[in-house]
């Protein structure tokens, strides 16, 4: 994927904007797809929600059906508001959020766990009601691949064991992943 730095930021500020939407009603600004073309792809992304790093909220759509400025932007509405481990972002949190974005490459199938690179691939089970686990997630929680494919299996609604019976119907992924943290400590 090649998402430019000023792309990222356009992601990050609307991501913003959207959850801001809540509060103030204003609508994020639509942007010059000619100059960002990138924004215009039907990408998938997730937005994750943190206050002090601490989870608040993660939605996201593993397809791409809108163009990735709308999915981002959607995304971030339904991780302030939808997600159910959490109540709905309150006004008095909004500022205390920082957001980051990960925006999904195509899903590869594979034959053998031993495909799986952790902290490079996200884990998608195509089985069961499917289950998801974003690159990073790995390497957040210091898991290694066993752990990982057992979280993705308890995620899923599985025992954590259940990938050691057969292979199971797995996809990887890679992630752009970029936050407001970040952007910060880039300045």
Request: some cysteine; hydrophobic content about 35%; charged content about 30%.
């Given at each position: 994927?090649?998402?430019?730095?000023?792309?990222?930021?356009?992601?990050?500020?609307?991501?913003?904007?959207?959850?801001?939407?809540?509060?103030?009603?204003?609508?994020?600004?639509?942007?010059?797809?000619?100059?960002?073309?990138?924004?215009?792809?039907?990408?998938?992304?997730?937005?994750?929600?943190?206050?002090?790093?601490?989870?608040?909220?993660?939605?996201?759509?593993?397809?791409?059906?809108?163009?990735?400025?709308?999915?981002?932007?959607?995304?971030?509405?339904?991780?302030?508001?939808?997600?159910?481990?959490?109540?709905?972002?309150?006004?008095?949190?909004?500022?205390?959020?920082?957001?980051?974005?990960?925006?999904?490459?195509?899903?590869?199938?594979?034959?053998?766990?031993?495909?799986?690179?952790?902290?490079?691939?996200?884990?998608?089970?195509?089985?069961?009601?499917?289950?998801?686990?974003?690159?990073?997630?790995?390497?957040?929680?210091?898991?290694?691949?066993?752990?990982?494919?057992?979280?993705?299996?308890?995620?899923?609604?599985?025992?954590?064991?259940?990938?050691?019976?057969?292979?199971?119907?797995?996809?990887?992924?890679?992630?752009?992943?970029?936050?407001?943290?970040?952007?910060?400590?880039n300045k």
């Amino acid at each position: 994927m090649n998402i430019s730095q000023e792309e990222k930021n356009i992601l990050l500020k609307a991501a913003r904007q959207s959850i801001g939407s809540l509060f103030d009603g204003k609508k994020p600004e639509q942007p010059d797809y000619e100059k960002y073309p990138q924004l215009k792809e039907k990408l998938g992304a997730f937005v994750t929600l943190t206050i002090n790093r601490q989870l608040r909220g993660c939605i996201g759509y593993i397809i791409g059906r809108e163009p990735l400025f709308d999915t981002v932007c959607s995304a971030a509405i339904h991780a302030a508001v939808n997600d159910p481990r959490f109540s709905a972002l309150k006004k008095s949190e909004f500022e205390k959020i920082n957001i980051e974005i990960s925006i999904l490459s195509k899903f590869v199938p594979i034959k053998s766990y031993d495909e799986i690179v952790v902290g490079k691939h996200g884990l998608y089970l195509d089985e069961g009601g499917g289950g998801l686990l974003l690159p990073q997630v790995a390497t957040e929680y210091n898991m290694n691949r066993e752990q990982f494919l057992s979280a993705l299996c308890n995620k899923t609604g599985f025992y954590s064991d259940y990938w050691k019976e057969r292979i199971l119907k797995i996809k990887v992924f890679t992630a752009e992943v970029f936050s407001e943290e970040e952007k910060e400590k880039n300045k």
